[in-house]
């Protein structure tokens, strides 16, 4: 998949930073396909997620296509993290109730 430039810049200075999948929570992927990732394939940092194949990641057990779109999407967003951070720490609910209210928003970032 090719990446926007500011997002593909925004990748690499995380993974300069050691960047941890985890903070993809905050960019729409559910925690559900985190902890998967975490529990079956030992992945904690962002750079060691890029190594793997879709086919790697549609192999995690419990995984789908949904899960896999999940991460694409916010990897191509990824130059938005800090900004997202800030407006759900912000929000004063909850990182779940934020990202209800506000998915139909990123999701048309992505178009």
């Known amino acids: 998949m090719t990446f ?5 810049r925004a990748i690499q200075k995380g993974i300069a ?5 985890a903070e993809l929570e905050y960019l729409g992927v559910n925690l559900r396909v985190l902890n998967q990732i975490e529990d079956c394939c030992g992945i904690i940092y962002l750079a060691d997620l890029l190594k793997l194949t879709d086919k790697d990641i549609l192999n995690i057990p419990n995984l789908g296509e949904k899960g896999l779109a999940s991460i694409k999407q916010a990897l191509f967003i990824y130059h938005k993290l800090e900004s997202s951070k800030k407006r759900w720490h912000n929000s004063g609910s909850s990182k779940l109730e934020y990202y209800k209210k506000n998915s139909k928003r990123l999701e048309g970032a992505l178009s």
Do not use: G, L, R
């Open 4 to 8: 926007p430039k500011k997002a593909m």
């Open 17 to 21: 930073q050691n960047a941890t999948i």
